[in-house]
């Protein structure tokens, strides 16, 4: 690697919400930059203006603030190589362009759309269906390199609309080296002669790009795989100007999880994972579901995705942001299309969840419902629940009876486990419990023990009839816990009231 500071830069266009992949690329940005003590910088590629979507800006900000991979460049942060968005430095390029036409490495081209359409009719007519405006054609187009001198600064005099072309060179091989993918060699005669700057006064994305990175110092470009087929162009690009050339990784795709094809913004929703790190409603009331929004935690939403196409070559896979920082190479990540898996997405939420502590998790929840219990027991709801949530809002609904007294009580186990004498060894161990001084689970569980060893009981006869009539459901955290948390007079109160309910539900089956 070459010993210039590195600086990166995360190059979104405002055409939309950020998708996954996006914020992927943001990340191994991010974290390459880290760990080169490098400095990582957004840039908002909008010289598109037909694809320009309000607040698109505003989401891909938010979202890489939520998954706490903020640049230290950008609109809005500040730095020395402002602005950050490219209509606000609209002035900058057009000189470019022009000194790429003094050096004949480029030219003006006069076509209107509608000469363009005629020879791609024509060329279709002769078996070619796909035209080029490249090295060959452009010599019987209108532009710059065919019409007389005069024609040409009387057209420009004018105001006649105008495109600037690249002057490709003919049957050149363009070589450059992929940190990724290696060696890459695209013979020039394969490439058309791109427009560089546009009639509306813009420049397009080629042109723009190239000039930014080069006056923002960017060291490495890390971007998706779609655009390794613009990279030959941009190589020549680099070379017309005389500009060393940054270094290039082009990530791998992301694949939908039966690996058939590129993962879209319509998958998600489709096939029941979101694809967006938060919600977005479109200008039509569309809503595309975000991981923010369905109960992710931003580490693990992170942790997913560092693992979408990288690996640290060793068993670990739960890393904080800054164990990924120090983990991390361009060398290990692949080149093969990474297959996004929505049930390995729901582990790493799993494991992050269970590695908070009973205070955030309790933070979390209230922030969804406004919750009765004070701090103290909330805490022990989550230490008693988050073993089996993978998400904190699956607390409030499998732990429900925590709360509230169960309203609900599952008749297809109960009809299936009640005995005939069920009924009256709950009444036996509710004047046990009815009898014990300190409610400790400790002194409950042993109280229980003797209990069934008084009445040579087993296990089984007892404690799932406990449970069933204590939270109505069959399955829950340990029950001695659940009997200390909810204290005697509930617990006595519940084996009351469950017990008329069981009664009802065997008599009505
Ligand atoms: N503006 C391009 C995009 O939307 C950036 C490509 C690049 O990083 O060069 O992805």
Not at 91 to 118: C, G, H, Q, S
Request: proline share 6%; hydrophobic share 40%; charged share 25%.
């Amino acid at each position: 690697m070459s010993s210039a500071p590195v600086r990166v830069r995360f190059a979104p266009s405002p055409t939309g919400p950020l998708h996954m992949g996006g914020v992927r690329t943001a990340l191994y940005n991010y974290l390459f930059a880290k760990k080169h003590k490098g400095t990582f910088l957004i840039r908002i590629e909008d010289t598109d203006q037909t694809r320009f979507v309000p607040g698109a800006q505003q989401y891909i900000m938010d979202a890489l603030q939520w998954c706490g991979i903020m640049p230290t460049e950008g609109p809005g942060i500040g730095g020395e190589f402002g602005p950050y968005v490219q209509s606000e430095r609209k002035e900058m390029y057009k000189p470019f362009a022009e000194l790429l036409i003094n050096e004949d490495k480029a030219y003006y081209a006069f076509d209107t759309a509608k000469d363009l359409d005629r020879m791609r009719e024509q060329a279709k007519t002769m078996g070619m269906p796909n035209w080029q405006y490249n090295s060959v054609t452009r010599n019987s187009m209108r532009n710059s390199l065919t019409l007389p001198q005069s024609e040409v600064s009387q057209l420009l005099q004018s105001g006649a609309p105008y495109v600037i072309r690249m002057k490709m060179p003919r049957n050149h091989d363009v070589r450059f080296h992929d940190i990724i993918r290696g060696w890459v060699v695209v013979n020039t005669n394969n490439l058309d002669d791109k427009v560089l700057f546009k009639s509306d006064g813009m420049p397009t994305y080629h042109l723009a790009n190239i000039v930014d990175d080069h006056t923002m110092q960017i060291s490495h470009v890390i971007r998706g795989e779609e655009w390794l087929p613009s990279a030959p162009l941009h190589i020549m690009l680099y070379e017309a100007f005389g500009w060393p050339c940054p270094e290039f990784a082009h990530l791998p795709l992301l694949l939908r999880p039966d690996g058939n094809g590129k993962l879209s913004k319509r998958d998600g929703d489709r096939l029941g994972f979101p694809v967006f790190p938060t919600n977005w409603t479109t200008a039509e009331g569309e809503l595309y579901s975000g991981y923010r929004e369905n109960g992710y935690l931003p580490g693990a939403f992170i942790n997913m995705l560092a693992f979408l196409g990288w690996n640290p070559g060793t068993e670990q896979e739960i890393f904080s942001i800054e164990e990924l920082v120090e983990a991390f190479s361009l060398e290990r990540v692949s080149k093969a299309g990474a297959k996004f898996d929505p049930n390995k997405t729901k582990w790493f939420q799993q494991s992050y969840l269970r590695a908070q502590s009973n205070k955030e998790i309790a933070n979390q929840l209230r922030q969804i419902e406004n919750i009765a219990l004070s701090d103290q027991e909330l805490h022990t709801v989550c230490n008693l629940m988050k073993e089996r949530a993978t998400f904190a809002k699956d607390i409030l609904v499998e732990g429900a009876y925590l709360f509230d007294r169960p309203s609900m009580y599952d008749s297809e186990t109960i009809l299936k486990k009640w005995k005939t004498e069920t009924s009256s060894h709950m009444m036996e161990w509710k004047s046990v419990l009815d009898s014990l001084s300190d409610f400790s689970a400790q002194t409950i569980e042993h109280a229980f023990k003797s209990f069934l060893e008084s009445k040579g009981l087993a296990i089984g006869a007892v404690l799932l009839p406990y449970r069933l009539v204590l939270t109505g459901v069959g399955a829950g955290p340990g029950m001695f816990d659940i009997s200390a948390f909810l204290g005697k007079q509930e617990v006595l109160e519940r084996i009351e009231a469950g017990l008329k309910k069981v009664e009802q539900i065997i008599n009505e089956a």
